[in-house]
């Protein structure tokens, strides 16, 4: 399998929704450098393009049971329409996702499958920008990045180079996009604190705890340039390995726990440096948002 392209960048719902909000220089920028991609992705024609997203309890739930990492299999991904963003259906590159699990689990990992897709806003913003007619088929792969006990960044990192060792033995050519973070907190304190409670507490009192987007904290922006500045120099896991999940937390926000999709990206791509094309820490969509392009190595 060549991989043509990797990707890593944000997914907040607000960037669709608040499109048009905030600064027209931040946000000019940070769309042209989804422009750019659109356009090397629409030259490269893959033969599809592998997403890791994040599933915000939309897809997997506290009752049905929520995987450290899963794939869907079949012919077709269902949008949910969640924060704000419309619903779409996408279609999905069915045998490679099929053939994906089987090396994936016959090298020995385990990955939770799904033959009904639901794909949450952390697949549908990105691919919205990247790719609005769907013109290529995706596999949509899912990380527990948001529910404690969520996989260790060290977890994350060898999902990364079990997926990239699986669709080696595969024909074709794909593109790889990675999504989440950069630092962002998403609710108020008192649903930050209820979501750290013991697993098999929760769910008689989720609907007491909202997430209120509102109550956020600020965008930590010399963390995301620290962070940014170890993605350029390959570094992204030994960056990571010094940010325990509560002190990633307290300085980046419950959002940066999606840095784990990027120390997924890490371990496909074989530590390849990423080119930042766009950083902004734009208020309104109460994120610091980023677009990485990575040349993978080793293909």
């Not at 669709?16 to 090397?40: I, K, N, V």
């Not at 649903?191 to 098999?200: E, H, L, V």
């Not at 600020?218 to 620290?226: H, Q």
Request: hydrophobic content about 45%; aromatic content about 8%; some cysteine.
């Amino acid at each position: 399998m060549e991989i043509a392209l990797g990707i890593a960048c944000s997914h907040a719902g607000l960037i669709a929704t608040r499109r048009d909000q905030g600064s027209p220089d931040q946000s000019g920028r940070y769309f042209a450098a989804a422009d750019l991609l659109r356009e090397q992705i629409r030259d490269l024609a893959p033969d599809a393009i592998v997403v890791l997203g994040t599933d915000h309890m939309k897809a997997y739930t506290l009752a049905g049971g929520i995987p450290p990492a899963a794939i869907g299999v079949g012919t077709v991904a269902h949008g949910l329409g969640d924060a704000g963003v419309p619903a779409r259906d996408i279609p999905v590159h069915a045998d490679l996702a099929a053939g994906l699990l089987e090396a994936y689990t016959a090298a020995g990992g385990a990955l939770t499958f799904a033959e009904e897709i639901r794909i949450d806003h952390s697949f549908v913003v990105p691919l919205d920008l990247f790719d609005p007619e769907a013109s290529f088929p995706i596999v949509a792969i899912t990380q527990n990045c948001n529910v404690p006990p969520r996989p260790t960044m060290q977890a994350g990192y060898d999902l990364g180079t079990g997926l990239r060792a699986a669709i080696d033995t595969l024909p074709g050519r794909v593109v790889f996009i990675a999504t989440g973070g950069l630092s962002h907190w998403v609710g108020d304190e008192r649903r930050r604190a209820f979501m750290q409670r013991q697993p098999g507490s929760r769910l008689a009192d989720l609907a007491q705890h909202p997430v209120e987007l509102e109550e956020t904290g600020p965008v930590n922006e010399r963390f995301d340039k620290e962070f940014l500045d170890a993605v350029q120099a390959g570094d992204i896991a030994g960056f990571l390995r010094g940010w325990p999940d509560d002190r990633l937390e307290q300085e980046a926000g419950n959002g940066a726990h999606e840095l784990r999709n990027w120390a997924t990206a890490a371990g496909f791509l074989g530590d390849a440096p990423g080119e930042v094309l766009a950083y902004e820490p734009i208020a309104e969509w109460l994120t610091g948002v980023g677009i990485v392009r990575f040349t993978p190595s080793g293909n």
